[in-house]
Antibody, heavy 117, light 107 residues
């Protein structure tokens, strides 16, 4: 079935970087944009950026510009989200989501990233 | 950035009630709006895209309307499975933005 499976939870110290993977299956990976969204505990959803898996083009929210990198490995049908210079406010669940015409129709299970000294 | 404002933030209702959630955009987004349902510890589920287009498999008691800056999500007869938090999201222009959420609670 169509699904996105993410890597496991991470605990990082302030100033460190985190890399979360998102493996797609059940559909043509290069045909759909992949986005990243995060949700801090008890808070709303925040859009971070997206990648065109077909050509690698990316676009990021200004909120994360300079700290966020999104890449993909088409041979592995996997996208990666790398967030650097972590601070406590980055503690959140990070999710990848497939965009299909309008909105996000398939979501990963989410990856909890905890930033704590 | 386009701000999305939902009201109310919390809504208490009973099974069988008709429920309406409003989402306002700080500028026109045409019909580029999606609605999601999220339950605790779970990923959001896409209910409606393009303001009023019901996703496949979503019960017909859910409906969306609006264009420009004002949108509504209506649940015609609230069911036990519908108690959750609902979010609107604009995808008219980057950065895409979400509303703050509306929690639908049992009255």
């Amino acid at each position: 079935q169509v699904q996105l499976v993410q890597s496991g939870g991470e605990v990082k110290k302030p100033g460190a970087s985190v890399k979360v993977s998102c493996k797609a299956s059940g559909y043509a990976f290069t045909k759909y944009a992949l986005h990243w969204v995060r949700q801090a505990p008890g808070q709303s959803l925040v859009w971070m950026g997206w990648i065109n898996p077909g050509n690698g083009d990316t676009q990021f929210s200004p909120k994360f510009q300079g700290r966020l990198t999104i890449t993909r490995d088409t041979s592995a049908s996997t996208a990666y989200m790398d967030l650097s210079s972590l601070r406590s406010e980055d503690t959140a669940v990070y999710s990848c989501a497939r965009a299909s015409g309008g909105g996000f129709d398939i979501w990963g299970q989410g990856t909890m990233v905890t930033v704590s000294s | 950035d386009i701000q999305m404002t939902q009201s109310p933030s919390t809504l208490s209702a009973s099974v069988g009630d008709r429920v309406t959630i409003t989402c306002r955009a700080s500028q026109s987004i045409s019909s580029w709006l999606a609605w999601y349902q999220q339950k605790p510890g779970k990923a959001p589920k896409l209910l409606i895209c393009k303001a009023s287009s019901l996703e496949s498999g979503v019960p017909s008691r859910f409906s969306g309307s609006g264009s420009g800056t004002e949108f509504t999500l209506t649940i015609s007869s609230l069911q036990p499975d519908d108690f959750a938090t609902y979010y609107c999201q604009q995808y008219n222009s980057y950065p895409w933005t979400f509303g703050q959420g509306t929690k639908v609670e049992i009255k």
